[in-house]
């Protein structure tokens, strides 16, 4: 079955630092890929996505290139600030299962970003 | 503005009480989802609707009971709950097809006492 693997946390940088989350896929065909962002006492919020192949998804300086080749999607920041302090998740919807707009999630990297 | 309500933000409950969690969508979506979410753990999808129908159940206890009377509403009933189901509880919707994102509510913060 579909799978994600995150890079396990939590993750504690000073602000204007680079950040990067891992993580890589399993699935057949070719997923979607997201990444979401849950502030504390919030739901996920949809960060980013990406639907095929090389396509680049960014949003709030936040950037993740599908790697068809090497099954990843990994999150970037430049500079990161102390408001981007949360916890992400990478997720996939697959093309499989019983379910329509059923998602795989990984199991969630917290940030922690420093003045 | 995530066009996913629910109610209420924060219960708290006796194991002999019966309560509801109630999920609103405003987005035309015909999926809909309940997550549980606990400390230290991944999240965990417990029940799927497509269309008003359930297509998934995965192996959750009868002590919570799902409801989706039409596709912008869904229910979660709980009744004779244990300590260890407080967590917080995640409502999303989708469009019923697949390589779609699904969008959340900001959930119910639930301590079973």
């Known amino acids: ?115 | 503005e995530t066009g996913v309500t629910q109610t209420p933000r924060h219960l708290v409950m006796g194991m002999t009480n019966k309560k509801s969690l109630k999920c609103e969508q405003h987005l035309g979506h015909n999926a809909m989802y309940w997550y549980k979410q606990s400390a230290k753990k991944p999240l965990e999808l417990m029940f799927v609707y497509n269309f008003k129908e359930q297509t998934e159940n995965n192996s959750v206890p009868s002590r919570f009971s799902p409801e989706c009377p039409n596709s912008s509403h869904l229910f979660l009933h709980l009744h004779t709950l244990q300590p260890e189901d407080s967590a917080l509880y995640l409502c999303a919707s989708s469009q019923p097809k697949r390589l779609v994102e699904q969008f959340f509510g900001p959930g119910t913060r639930l301590t079973v006492l």
């Not at chain 1, 993580?23 to 979401?36: D, E, I, M, R, V």
């Not at chain 1, 919020?45 to 192949?53: D, G, I, R, S, V």
């Not at chain 1, 996939?92 to 329509?100: D, F, I, K, R, W």
């Open chain 1, 1 to 115: 079955g579909d799978s994600v693997t995150q890079m396990e946390g939590p993750v504690t940088l000073s602000e204007e630092a680079f950040l990067t989350i891992n993580c890589t896929y399993t699935a057949t065909g070719y997923p979607s890929l997201f990444w979401y962002v849950q502030y504390p006492g919030e739901g996920l919020q949809l960060l980013l996505k990406a639907t095929k192949a090389d396509d680049k998804g960014s949003n709030k300086g936040f950037e993740a290139t599908y790697r068809k080749e090497t099954t990843s999607f990994h999150l970037e920041k430049g500079s990161v600030q102390v408001s981007d302090s949360a916890v992400y998740f990478c997720a996939l919807s697959g093309v499989g299962g019983t379910s329509y707009g059923k998602l795989t999630f990984g199991q969630g990297t917290i940030l922690t970003v420093h003045p």
